[in-house]
C-alpha cells in the first residue's frame, strides 16, 4: 500500500472512531475545557501530528504514551490498534482490541467497532474462521456497522464465495447510497465463472447477462459470455464482442484475439482487419490495434505490410516493448535476421519481463496483463496500462 493510501485509510478509520465517540466522551472531562483528559496531553497532540503526516511508528509511540497517562481513553486504544494493524504488528493489534473488549463500559457502537476491528485483524494474521465470527459478532451488536460489512464482503471475496461478497456490497451499497455498479458487475461476472466451470451453462449466462445490466463497462462479463458461445455460435460471439468493444473502447485489445478467431471460424476474415483499420483511424495513437493487425497481416503471409504498420505504432509510442518484439518477429518472417539475431530474439521472447506492463493504481501492485482485482490489496478496477515515457530529452 502506498503511504498515501494508507494514510487515507488511517485517518478515514481514526475519522470514524472520533465521530462515533464523539457524543459519548462525557466520562472523563478536563475541568478547564469540558474537553476529555486526554485530549490536553502534549503526546496526544504530537500523535496526531504523526498520523497527519504519515510517520506511522513515532505516532504509535506517542500515542502509547497518552494512553499508559489515560489507559480508559477509548478511541486512542481503537486507533492504536488500528495502527499496530497498519504497521504490521498485528498480535499487538489483536491484544489491544481484546483488551478493549474485556471492558464493560463501551457503548453499542464502540462495542461493534471493536468487534469489527478485531476481525480484520484476524483476517490480516490468516485467521479466517476467526474473522468471520468477529464480523458476525459486531453484526449482531450493531448490523448497520460499515466497518464489519465491509471486512466480512472482503473476507467473501477471499474465500471466493461470490454469491455472499455480492449479497454483502449490495447491502454495503444500499447502507452507503453508494454506487457500487460496476464492483457488483464483477461479482456477478465470477458467479458466472463458476457456475460454467460446474457445467450449469444457463445460470453461467444469466450471470454474465446479469453482469451486464449492473454496468455495460463490465468488460470481462462480455469476454466471458463470448466464451461461452465461441464453439457453438460464432457469429452471436462476434456480436457479443463487438458490444464489448463498443462499451469500453479503452479495453478493446482484450477482445481483439477471441474476436479474430470468431470471425475466422464464420469465414469472414476480412471483418477482423476491417475492425482494426476502423480502430487506427478512431486514434491514431492505438498501438495496440495496430499491433493485433500487424500480427492478422503477418500470420497471412503480408510481413511487409506488417512491418510499416509497426513501424507507425512506433513513432508515437517508442516505449512500448510488445511493438518491438513483434517487429523482431516480423523482420524474422521477412527473412532479414541472421542466426546471431535470431537467437538473440528467441532470448528475449524467453525473458521474463514485464512486455505488457499493467499496474495497480492503489498500490503499484504491477501485472504483465490486465487484472480486474488486485491480487494484493484487493481492490477492483485498479488496474491501468502501466505508460512509460521515454527518458529526459529522449536520449537514453
Ligand atoms: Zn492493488
Redesign the pocket.
Known amino acids: 500500500m502506498t503511504d498515501t493510501a494508507l494514510l487515507a485509510v488511517l485517518i478515514a478509520g481514526v475519522g470514524g472512531i472520533l465521530a462515533g465517540r464523539a457524543w459519548a466522551a462525557s466520562r472523563e472531562r478536563s475541568p478547564r475545557e469540558g474537553r476529555p483528559a486526554f485530549r490536553a496531553s502534549p503526546h496526544y497532540t504530537q500523535g496526531l501530528h504523526y498520523l497527519a503526516t504519515g510517520q506511522l511508528d513515532p505516532a504509535t509511540h506517542e500515542l502509547a504514551k497518552v494512553l499508559r497517562e489515560h489507559p480508559d481513553a477509548v478511541e486512542v486504544q481503537q486507533v492504536l490498534s488500528h495502527l499496530h494493524r497498519e504497521v504490521g504488528q498485528v498480535e499487538k493489534a489483536i491484544d489491544l482490541h481484546r483488551t478493549l473488549l474485556a471492558r464493560s463500559d463501551l457503548t453499542r457502537a464502540e462495542r461493534a467497532h471493536a468487534l469489527a476491528s478485531l476481525g480484520t485483524d484476524y483476517r490480516r494474521a490468516g485467521f479466517l474462521d476467526r474473522a468471520a465470527q468477529a464480523y458476525d459478532e459486531a453484526l449482531e451488536v450493531d448490523p448497520r456497522n460499515l466497518l464489519a460489512l465491509e471486512g466480512q464482503q472482503k473476507l467473501f471475496e477471499e474465500r471466493r464465495e461470490w454469491r455472499q461478497a455480492y449479497e454483502a456490497q449490495t447491502r454495503l451499497a444500499r447502507l452507503r447510497k453508494s454506487d457500487d455498479g460496476l464492483v457488483l458487475a464483477y461479482l456477478q461476472t465470477e458467479m458466472g465463472h463458476e457456475a460454467a466451470l460446474a457445467g450449469l451453462w444457463e445460470e453461467a449466462e444469466a450471470a454474465f447477462r446479469t453482469a451486464l445490466s449492473l454496468d455495460q463497462r463490465a468488460t470481462p462479463a462480455y469476454l466471458a459470455l463470448a466464451d461461452l458461445w465461441a464453439e457453438r455460435d460464432p457469429a452471436r460471439t462476434a456480436s457479443i464482442l463487438e458490444s464489448a468493444i463498443a462499451a469500453a473502447p479503452e479495453r478493446a485489445y482484450l477482445a481483439f484475439a477471441p474476436l479474430e478467431k470468431a470471425y475466422a471460424r464464420s469465414g469472414e476474415h476480412s471483418r477482423f482487419v476491417d475492425l482494426c483499420e476502423r480502430l487506427i483511424e478512431q486514434d491514431p495513437r492505438d498501438w495496440r490495434a495496430r499491433l493485433a493487425l500487424a500480427r492478422h497481416l503477418r500470420a497471412e503471409g503480408r510481413p511487409g505490410e506488417a512491418l510499416g504498420l509497426l513501424l507507425r505504432a512506433l513513432e508515437s509510442n517508442p516505449h512500448v516493448l510488445l511493438v518491438h518484439l513483434e517487429v523482431w518477429r516480423t523482420l524474422r518472417a521477412l527473412g532479414q535476421l541472421g542466426p546471431d539475431e535470431q537467437r538473440y530474439v528467441t532470448t528475449v521472447e524467453e525473458s521474463a519481463l514485464y512486455v505488457d506492463p499493467h499496474i495497480?493504481t492503489?498500490?503499484r501492485?504491477r501485472a504483465d496483463d490486465m487484472l480486474w482485482r488486485?491480487p494484493?490489496?484487493h481492490?477492483w478496477n485498479?488496474f491501468v496500462e502501466e505508460r512509460v515515457g521515454p527518458a529526459a530529452g529522449g536520449q537514453v
Open positions: 495497480c492503489v498500490c501492485y488486485c494484493h490489496c481492490e485498479t
